[in-house]
C-alpha cells in the first residue's frame, strides 16, 4: 500500500486533472464518476494491503458515493458489513488501519460497521439510512454479505413504496419549509429545486421499480425520454456549480456563499458584459431550479397516483365538457386540446381561479401542458382568443391567483415575451432578495394579500385603498410591467412604461387606463424615495411630490403599488417605520390635493396651533405656564413645525425637571412612526452628532431619521428615529438603560473615548459600491440637499459626521436609508452662517467624503 502521503498527492494531482477538465468543457457527468471510480480503486487496493479480505467482511459504498458521484471534496460514505454482532480485536485493528490511512489521504470518510441484521434494522427505523442502502454499491470483500443485505432490502417489508414515498415527501417539505428556492445564497444541495430534488425523484421510484439509475425509468414508462433528457440537464449544470463551488471553497461546500459567486462564475466561464458574471450565473440557476421544482412535482404526483394506487381515490366533479376538477387539481379531459386551441392553455387557469377549491393541476394534464408550452411557435398575446381570455383573468376578483400558477407554470413568459427575459435575473446585491420574476410574482401576491380580512393589522391603509379603487386589474397591469424592463440597460421605469402602452393598446384598453398603467409602471419608485429620502415635514417636498401624483385617484394605486413593492423586495425590507412614513406621505399629499394649491399653509398659525395643543398637555401635568412659555421663546419655529404636540410636551417636561449643566438623553416608551425616538438636548459642541452615531453603531442600532437643530442659545434639540437591526422598536428596558447611559457618558465628556468600530461582516466583504455624492435642487434657499451613495460599512454616520464638522457644514435633518449593502442617505445643510453652500463648499465637501469613505470601504 502507498504511504499516506503519496496516495494524498495521487487524489491532489487527480483533483487537478479534473480542473483541467472541467475548464476544457468535458462532460461534468464523467468527471464525478472519474473521481468515483478512482476512489474505488484506491480503497480496493488498500483493502488487501491490509489484509481486509482474509475477514468474512464487505466493503459497500453508500449514498452518493453510491451512486458513483463524487465531487473533489464530496464525503466518502462507507458500510463495513461484518459477519458478527463484534468484530475482533485484530479485525478492528485492521480496520482502524485502514480508516486511518484513508483520513490520512485526505478523504473525508463517513463510515459504519455493522451486521446485516443491524443494517436492516437501521434502516427501517431511520429514513436517511433506507436511502443510502437503496444506493448500496458493493466494492470488495465478501459478496455473500452484500448479496444477502441486496435481498433483504428488496423485500417487501423493509420500507414498501407507499410508506417510503409518504416519508421522502414529508422530508421534502420539511426541507423545503427552512430555505427558498431563490435565496440570495442559496445550497444548491438541499434547496427547492436542488439536486435532492431530482435524487428524491430517483428514490421513490428506484424503490419501487428497482432500478439502478434514472435512465431505466424510462424503460419503466415512469419518464419520458424529454423529461430525462431535461433533469439529466438540470442535474449536470448543478453538479458544474457544486464542482466549481468545491474548487473555489477547497472544501466541502454547497452553499452559493457571495465571496465565492464571483470566483465560481469564471470558472464556469462567464464574463461580465451588459450583464455582470455572476448574474448571467445565477439567471440560469434560478431557472433551472423552476423547472426542477416542476418536474419534481408532476413526477412524485405522477408516481403517488399512476404508480402505486395505494392511496384514496379523489372526488370527481365535472367542470364543462373540456374540464373537471379531481380533488384539488385541475384536470383536462382532451388529450389534444392545448394543441388544438391554444386559448384553452389560458381557459385552464381561468377555471382554476373559478373554483376555490382548486389549488394545483393534475400531473398528466401538467405533463400536457409542459408539452403544449414547448411546441409554440409564438407568443400567446399575439393570438386575438388567448387576448380575450387574459382579460378575463385580469378583471376576475382572484385572478391574481391564476396569474401565480401561471408564472409557477411557466405561461407567464410564454404569454408575454418579455416577462422571459426577466425569469431567473438576479442583481448582485443584499437588496433585492429574489429574482425579478420572482419579486413581480410576490408583489402580485401582496396586492391579493391586502383585500384579506386577516391583513388589516399590518396594511390598514392598503385594506381600505384595494376596494376603492375605480380597477383593480390596472394596477395589476402596473405591477407586471413595473420592473419588466430590468436588465436591458437604460432606465427601467421608462423603457417598462412604453413596453405597457404597447400591452394597453394591443388588449383595447382605452388611452385614459393605458396611460395610467404607463404612469405607474414609471413613478413606481417615487413615492418610496420621497418618503424614505426626503424631508416630508416640509411643505414644499409635499407640494412637490403632489405635483407629480395629479390627483387623489393616481395617489391612491400609487401607495398601493409602493407597499406592494416595498414588501416584495425581501422578508426585511419592510417594517412600521416605513408604513407610518407612507401613511404620513399619503395624508398630507391627499390634504394638499383636497386643498389646492391657492391655500398655502400658513406656518406662523402652525406654530401656534402646535404651542397650544401642547401647552394645555403640560398644564394638565403640573408643569407652570411661565416655565415652558421660557423655555419656547428659546426655540426656533422650525423645532415647533418638525415636531407633533404630544413630543413638544415630552421634550419640555423633561429639560424643564432636568439639570441643564448635564445632558439630558430621552427614549421613547411608545412608538414613534414605527420606531422608537431619542431626544438628545445638550448644549451643542462640534462632533455631536458624530458622537451620538458612534454610540448607536457600536450598540448595533440602527438610525432611521434624524432632525438636528439648535436653540438660540446654542443648545442642541436633535431627535432621532432608531431601530433594532431587525426592523422593530427598541423595548427592552434594560435595552434602552444602556443605550441611554452610553450616550449620556459620552456627551458628559469633553474628549469622549469612543469604541471602536464593529468590523465588516463576511457577507458585505464581495460587494463594491463606489461612493456617490450628489448635490440636489433644494426647495428652500437657505440649504443644500445632499444625497450620499455609499458602502453601509460600520461607522458610516460618524464618518459622515466628522467630515460635516471638518468642513465647516451643519447638518439640518438626515434620512437614513440602508438598501442592502447600499448607504443612499440624504441630507439637508447649510454653512456655519446659516446659508446653502455655494459650488466650491459642495465640492470641497464632496471630495472630502470621498477620501475618507474609499479608506473605510
Known amino acids: 500500500m502507498n504511504t499516506a502521503l503519496a496516495a494524498k498527492n495521487t487524489l491532489l494531482e487527480l483533483n487537478q486533472r479534473l480542473v483541467e477538465q472541467y475548464k476544457a468543457k468535458h462532460s461534468i457527468a464523467d468527471i464525478v464518476k472519474q473521481r468515483s471510480a478512482f476512489i474505488d480503486n484506491l480503497l ?59 483520513w490520512d489521504a485526505g478523504l473525508e470518510i463517513g463510515h459504519s460497521v455493522r451486521t446485516v441484521s443491524q443494517t436492516i434494522d437501521q434502516g427501517l427505523a431511520d429514513i436517511t439510512i433506507a ?40 422530508e421534502q417539505t420539511l426541507r423545503h419549509s427552512k430555505a427558498s428556492a431563490f435565496d440570495l445564497e442559496p445550497n444548491i444541495k438541499t434547496c427547492p429545486g436542488g439536486l435532492r430534488d431530482i435524487q428524491t425523484i430517483a428514490w421513490v421510484a428506484m424503490r419501487h421499480f428497482d432500478a439502478a439509475n434514472l435512465t ?60 455582470l458574471a455572476v ?68 381557459n385552464l387557469f381561468l377555471h382554476a381561479v373559478k373554483n376555490s ?89 401582496n396586492i391579493e394579500r391586502f383585500a384579506q380580512a386577516e391583513q388589516k393589522d399590518e396594511f390598514p391603509l392598503g385594506a381600505v385603498l384595494i376596494n376603492q379603487l375605480p380597477k383593480k386589474g390596472l394596477l395589476v397591469l402596473g405591477a407586471i410591467f413595473h420592473d419588466i424592463a430590468k436588465g436591458r440597460g437604460g432606465d427601467h421605469s421608462k423603457l417598462g412604461a412604453s413596453d405597457a402602452i404597447d400591452f394597453c393598446k394591443l388588449h383595447g384598453l382605452n388611452d385614459h387606463d393605458g396611460r395610467l398603467v404607463a404612469w405607474l409602471v414609471e413613478n413606481h419608485l417615487v413615492m418610496s424615495v420621497t418618503a424614505q429620502r426626503r424631508d416630508i415635514s416640509d411643505p414644499d417636498v409635499v407640494a412637490e411630490f403632489a405635483d407629480k401624483v395629479h390627483d387623489a385617484i393616481h395617489l391612491s394605486y400609487l401607495y398601493c403599488l409602493t407597499v406592494a413593492d416595498i414588501c416584495a423586495t425581501n422578508e426585511k425590507t419592510w417594517n412600521n417605520w416605513k408604513g ?58 422650525e423645532y415647533f413645525l418638525r415636531h407633533q404636540p404630544n413630543q413638544v410636551a415630552w421634550h419640555t417636561e423633561a429639560i424643564i425637571k432636568h439639570d441643564q449643566n448635564e445632558p ?16 438628545v438636548y445638550s448644549q451643542d459642541r462640534p462632533k455631536l452628532f458624530a458622537t451620538v452615531m458612534t454610540v448607536l453603531d457600536n450598540k ?101 459626521g466628522d467630515i460635516l464638522y471638518r468642513c465647516e457644514v451643519t447638518l439640518l435633518a438626515a434620512k437614513i436609508t440602508t438598501i442592502g449593502e447600499r448607504a443612499e442617505d440624504f441630507f439637508i445643510l447649510q454653512t456655519q452662517d446659516g446659508q446653502s453652500l455655494n459650488e466650491a463648499q459642495q465640492q470641497h465637501l464632496s471630495s472630502s467624503l470621498h477620501l475618507a469613505l474609499n479608506q473605510i470601504s
Request: glycine residues 4%; contains cysteine.
Open 44 to 102: 480496493q487496493e488498500a483493502w488487501i494491503e491490509c489484509k481486509l479480505n482474509l475477514y468474512p467482511m464487505s466493503l459497500i459504498a453508500v449514498g452518493g458515493y453510491g451512486r458513483g458521484e463524487l465531487l473533489p471534496y464530496s464525503d466518502v460514505d462507507l458500510l463495513f458489513l461484518i459477519e458478527q454482532d463484534e468484530v475482533c480485536q485484530n479485525t478492528q485493528a485492521k480496520l482502524s488501519e485502514l480508516i486511518t490511512y484513508l
Open 131 to 170: 436511502t443510502n442502502l437503496i444506493e448500496a454499491r458493493f466494492l470488495c470483500g465478501n459478496t455473500q454479505l452484500f448479496d444477502e443485505l441486496y435481498q433483504r432490502i428488496r423485500q417487501d417489508d423493509f420500507w414498501p413504496s407507499a410508506e417510503f414515498y409518504n416519508a421522502k415527501k414529508e
Open 216 to 275: 431505466e425509468l424510462v424503460e419503466h414508462d415512469f419518464l419520458e425520454p424529454s423529461e430525462l433528457e431535461e433533469l439529466l440537464e438540470c442535474q449536470n449544470y448543478l453538479w458544474e456549480i457544486r464542482f466549481a463551488l468545491h474548487i473555489s471553497a477547497n472544501r466541502n461546500e454547497n452553499r452559493l456563499l457571495f465571496d465565492l459567486q464571483r470566483q465560481v462564475a469564471s470558472l464556469l466561464g462567464y464574463e461580465d458584459a451588459t450583464q
Open 279 to 346: 448574474e448571467q450565473m445565477m439567471k440560469r440557476y434560478y431557472r433551472t431550479v423552476r423547472r426542477i421544482m416542476e418536474l419534481n412535482q408532476m413526477l412524485l404526483q405522477l408516481f403517488k397516483r399512476a404508480t402505486l394506487g395505494q392511496f384514496k381515490a379523489l372526488e370527481i366533479q365535472p367542470i364543462n365538457e373540456r374540464y373537471q376538477r379531481r380533488g384539488y387539481y385541475i384536470e383536462v379531459l382532451d388529450n389534444e386540446l392545448f394543441n388544438q386551441h391554444p386559448e384553452e392553455i389560458l
Open 357 to 445: 377549491n382548486i389549488q394545483y393541476i393534475y400531473a398528466p394534464t401538467l405533463r400536457l401542458l409542459r408539452k403544449a408550452r414547448r411546441s409554440l411557435t409564438g407568443p400567446l398575446q399575439d393570438n386575438p382568443d388567448c387576448r380575450k381570455v387574459f382579460m378575463d383573468i385580469l378583471k376576475h376578483p382572484r385572478g391574481i391567483v391564476a396569474f401565480s400558477m401561471m408564472h409557477k407554470h411557466g405561461i407567464l413568459s410564454s404569454y408575454l415575451p418579455a416577462w422571459r427575459s426577466i425569469e431567473g435575473q438576479m442583481q448582485f446585491d443584499l437588496f433585492h432578495a429574489y429574482t425579478v420574476d420572482e419579486h413581480t410574482h410576490r408583489l402580485l401576491l
Open 580 to 637: 407610518s412614513l407612507l401613511r404620513d406621505l399619503y395624508f398630507s399629499t391627499q390634504r394638499v390635493l383636497a386643498r389646492g394649491k391657492e391655500k398655502p399653509v400658513d406656518e406662523q398659525a402652525r406654530v401656534e396651533e402646535i404651542q397650544a395643543k401642547a401647552q394645555k398637555e403640560l398644564l394638565r401635568r403640573g408643569i407652570k405656564d411661565k416655565d415652558m412659555q421660557s423655555l419656547w421663546c428659546r426655540f426656533k419655529p
Open 664 to 679: 439630558l438623553v430621552l427614549m421613547s416608551k411608545h412608538m414613534t412612526r414605527g420606531g422608537t425616538e431619542l431626544f
Open 700 to 800: 448595533n442600532i440602527n438610525v432611521h431619521d434624524a432632525n438636528i437643530m439648535t436653540s438660540i442659545d446654542n443648545y442642541a434639540l436633535d431627535t432621532f428615529v432608531i431601530l433594532e437591526q431587525d426592523g422593530e422598536p427598541i423595548v427592552q428596558l434594560s435595552r434602552i438603560h444602556s443605550i441611554k447611559k452610553a450616550l449620556e457618558k459620552a456627551l458628559a465628556s469633553e474628549n469622549p473615548k469612543l469604541p471602536k468600530f464593529r468590523k465588516l461582516a463576511r457577507i458585505m466583504k464581495p460587494f463594491n459600491v463606489p461612493t456617490q455624492v450628489s448635490f440636489l435642487p433644494s426647495i428652500r434657499q437657505d440649504t443644500s440637499m445632499m444625497e450620499l451613495i455609499a458602502l453601509d460599512t460600520p461607522g458610516l454616520l460618524a464618518k459622515v
